[in-house]
């Protein structure tokens, strides 16, 4: 229900004053009404416009034409006033949202840089906002982009003379260490923290300027002092660095070799794909840790920066050798895997199928960093991707297979039915009357493994366990069957059956329930298989999906 609203003494009130059937027609009310809308367009309520509208309309029934028309045309010439209005509202709101967030920045810049930053881009998005471009003209929009350029040129200059400013110092105090070399007669201990604190100032002075653009002239005056300083510490401490450096590099591949010690006299049994390849844990070991040693990014650096230190170039040299060696042993055992793998015919079970992309992680990770790696993961891909085909292959050609033969059953079967004579209307139920009688079931589902067990066949026959038992001449004809077609016999589908009852029997049916306290609170769920009593029959005759024989 809407309300139109009275204003008395700068407070507004709100009363529902719906139009019953007896106010109806009442030009004064409609007219109310209007003046009501108009004075919430004056104070930008749009929807309470929209509403007493509504209400002034709801008056004018069952008043003349005559009467009506001064004031549709009233209410018509309102509603033309809201579009545009409710578009200033709200080009006034999103411009006065930009502009506030400029203010902001402007004012944060000195201050707290990275905020006015933050504020800035808040300004500049909601300015290429859709809001913008729906409500704010043209003009309005390229001066307040004018207007964000200028605070962004303030906060750029703002937070360049705050980098340059901080930069200043340790470059200062960097070129005064560096007058003189203070390297000169320092003991290995007292040329470490020398070195530290020197890398400490170089950082600092990076690190102010870090943000500023690189062709800035001042970024780069600063750089090529940076610079000058840098070459000046590499030649004072070339002879501490290259001797430092060689220990670092005998301690750390010392290391190395601790933890990969064995690896070159591991020997292991050659073993199928299927079961994830070798068995060469010290060696695989020895590669990983070979491979991360070689390839630390400070290490690198290292090994470049003493090009000309004899002893840590044969370091490195001697872990490359120790690597190609471990390699080569893994390839070797691969080679021997996969010739053995590639030789076999495609395997049957899942689990075998399945051997080659597991073997491809192992291969992935356990040559990583060689230059073996991609030639031997695409090996492994390559047999698993053939297997594959030709599984879907064999699949596909099963299927064809299964569906032939099950066409060919079909038209079979009726001719081996017949010649058994079989009776119809099989009563389980009255066991005795029907012992020795040869029946016939249309339509059965075989629920044998899935209901029942201790039979080959099971069924409910008219609500009783049916139990039956394959002729060796029917259990022949499934299993050729189904290896022709590399599929099992769908036992989802209705199978019909002629068979001899043969008298009672016993089944175990699948029984479940709920194991409950003395209160009625479940704790356990119980599953089991429970005898049941049920009638046997000899089963001579079977149609069931590619299969229709008879015992004879």
């Not at 009255?430 to 059965?444: E, P, R």
Request: hydrophobic share 40%; charged share 30%.
């Amino acid at each position: 229900m809407k309300f139109p609203c009275a204003v008395a003494v700068s407070v507004l009130i709100c009363v529902a004053v719906p139009p019953p059937a007896a106010m109806a027609g009442s030009a004064a009310a409609a007219r109310s009404q209007v003046n009501m809308a108009k004075e919430s367009l004056d104070r930008g309520d749009f929807d309470r416009v929209d509403s007493s509208l509504e209400s002034a309309e709801k008056y004018l029934d069952g008043l003349s034409d005559a009467e009506k028309a001064p004031i549709l045309a009233e209410i018509k010439e309102v509603r033309a006033q809201v579009e545009p209005k409710k578009k200033a509202e709200q080009a006034k709101r999103v411009q006065e949202e930009i502009e506030r967030h400029l203010r902001q920045a402007e004012s944060d810049m000195n201050s707290s840089p990275g905020s006015a930053a933050d504020v800035l881009k808040i300004a500049r998005e909601r300015l290429d906002s859709d809001d913008a471009k729906k409500y704010l003209p043209p003009e309005t929009i390229q001066k307040l982009q004018a207007r964000a350029k200028e605070v962004g040129s303030k906060l750029a200059m703002s937070n360049k003379k705050d980098a340059l400013e901080r930069a200043a110092d340790p470059l200062k105090e960097l070129e005064e260490k560096m007058a003189e070399n203070p390297f000169k007669d320092a003991d290995e201990s007292e040329a470490r923290s020398t070195y530290e604190d020197l890398d400490g100032l170089k950082k600092r002075v990076s690190g102010a300027i870090a943000d500023l653009p690189k062709d800035d002239p001042d970024v780069k005056a600063i750089n090529a002092r940076l610079a000058a300083v840098d070459k000046k510490i590499t030649a004072a401490s070339a002879k501490w660095m290259s001797a430092i450096a060689q220990q670092e590099v005998a301690r750390s591949w010392e290391s190395v070799k601790d933890n990969i010690e064995g690896w070159s006299d591991e020997t292991t049994e050659q073993k199928d794909i299927g079961t994830g390849g070798w068995d060469l844990p010290k060696t695989s070991n020895a590669v990983r840790q070979i491979t991360t040693w070689l390839n630390d990014e400070d290490r690198k650096k290292l090994r470049a920066d003493n090009k000309d230190n004899a002893t840590v170039q044969a370091t490195f040299a001697e872990a490359e050798k120790a690597l190609a060696a471990a390699a080569e042993k893994m390839n070797d055992a691969f080679k021997k895997i996969m010739d053995d793998a590639e030789k076999k015919p495609t395997p049957t079970s899942r689990f075998d199928l399945e051997g080659p992309s597991t073997f491809a992680v192992n291969i992935d990770h356990a040559f990583e960093g060689t230059k073996y790696h991609d030639a031997n993961v695409a090996r492994v891909k390559k047999l698993d991707a053939r297997w594959q085909a030709e599984v879907e292959a064999k699949r596909k050609g099963g299927e064809e297979t299964y569906k032939k033969m099950s066409a060919e059953a079909s038209a079979a079967w009726p001719k081996i039915e017949s010649s058994l004579k079989p009776q119809s209307g099989f009563n389980p139920s009255d066991v005795d009357a029907w012992k020795g009688k040869t029946i016939v079931l249309h339509g059965v589902y075989n629920r044998a493994g899935w209901d029942f067990i201790d039979a080959d066949f099971a069924a409910r026959v008219n609500g009783m366990p049916v139990a039956g038992y394959y002729e060796p001449a029917i259990k022949a004809a499934l299993s050729d069957a189904a290896h022709k077609t590399g599929m099992d016999i769908d036992d989802h589908a209705p199978w019909d059956l002629v068979a001899v009852v043969q008298g009672p029997a016993r089944l175990r049916q699948r029984t479940s329930g709920t194991l409950k306290t003395k209160s009625d609170v479940e704790v356990a769920k119980l599953e089991g298989w429970l005898p049941v009593d049920a009638v046997g029959i000899k089963i001579i005759a079977l149609r069931a999906g590619p299969v229709a024989v008879g015992a004879k």
